[in-house]
């Protein structure tokens, strides 16, 4: 028994002594943990998402409308946009014509928005009238909002429909006969069913006909094939306007295959930059430096290898997708090689910086798996970042994985020309450079040559 224990101590001992094993066992669980937990607000009574974008244009003069803005705007899973800052930083009302740029645009995070026209409440029939525009990127985005927005309509619509009748009745009858036939409604309400007289026309004057119960009927799924959601569909015209992404075949694989893609990529590069340890350790690096080759050229040439290997992996995975799900490759075929290429030069240099920091293969390995796992939930690689709380989304935007798959979605999804892209390949080649140039300042400075 007391040997047992000694060969315990023994692996105990070497546990602790290996950092990377610690930090995988122990640290990187604990982050990944501590991130979950803040992307999906767990603390929060309300757990679901918060601060979506969600572009409302009110071109309606209807009281009703402004109730309807404010029912969206009380909603916690939506952040509503109703301004559009002008480039001279002067602030104006959003407008229709402004919708369509603004979900078209590169690495826009606005992805819905709801018009309130003009002829909200028409002519002599008895409903509404809405339009939603989308660029649905994210099967799992779009589902979401789409049911939090049918929802929070469903639920305010009921008075509002009440509120728009009584506006109207008010028009045509004037005060005295209005305030008349209201009571006529009450009093016979009361006598045929109970309740108080006054108070049943206070509740008819605010709109309230009851409807309210059928409202939350209509916002839950039922087994009986939810009638009272088909009454409040004919009662709610919705004009559903896809901005972007109507023509792609095969939607959910577009979006999510770049994600993925990225994932393996960064391991993958990280493998390879890890490959300098053991070229050190078998005495390489001092054979090659014995010729005419300097530090310089080793470290560059193992950049183009990476950026090599990683582009062949990309355009292999894309054509994995194109062949078990439909995805369109070739249609897009060169601007997708230029995004790949500035991606995996983006990985490249960041697998040389985990070599050029690290102490050894072990660390090395370490760090990478709690950086790829980091960035792959920040970037978007595992679920749509309009879900996760907005101090979170702010770190999105840092990561390489978040402007690689914007890059994807602009070729795949958006069909961008390669102007538009612009913005997003300098992003991607701007922390390339960083990158890179902050590893050959380590390296310079390391025992990775010794």
Known sequence: MRTLLV??????????????????????????????GNIFNVNRKDSGPAGIPLAVVNASDNPAAVKLVEALQAEKSFRVITQFVNPDKSIRPLTEAD???????????????????????????????????????????????????????????????????????????????????????????????????????????????????????SATPTTSGAPSADVFSRLIRIEDEQVVGADVKSPFATSVVGGWAMQFLLFAVSASAASLFRERDAGIFQRILAAPVTRAQILWGKFLYGVSIGLIQLLVLFYAGRILFGIEVEKHLGLLVLVCTFAAAACTSFGMLIAAIAPNAEAAGGLATFLIMLMSALGGAWFPISIMPAFIQQFSRLTLVYWSMEGFSAVLWAGNSFVQLLPILGILGGITAVVMGLAVWRFNRGNIFG
């Open 7 to 36: 060969l315990v101590r023994k692996d105990f001992l070497n546990f602790f002594r290996n950092k990377a094993a610690v930090s995988l066992t122990f640290l990187v669980p604990f982050a990944m943990i501590w991130l979950f």
């Open 99 to 217: 919708l369509r740029p603004l979900l078209r645009g590169a690495g826009a995070d606005t992805h819905f928005a709801l018009v309130i026209p003009a002829d909200l409440v028409s002519g002599p029939g008895f409903g509404l009238h809405l339009k939603i525009l989308s660029n649905p990127r994210n099967e799992i985005e779009t589902q979401t909002v789409n049911g939090i927005l049918q929802k929070t309509i469903f639920t305010a619509i009921p008075q509002l429909l009440g509120q728009s009748l009584q506006a109207r009745a008010k028009n045509r009858l004037g005060d005295e006969r209005f305030k008349q036939f209201n009571g006529s409604i009450a009093g016979a309400v009361s006598n045929a069913f109970g309740g108080d007289k006054e108070q049943i026309e206070r509740s008819m004057e605010a709109g309230d006909f009851g409807l309210g119960a059928a409202t939350k009927a």
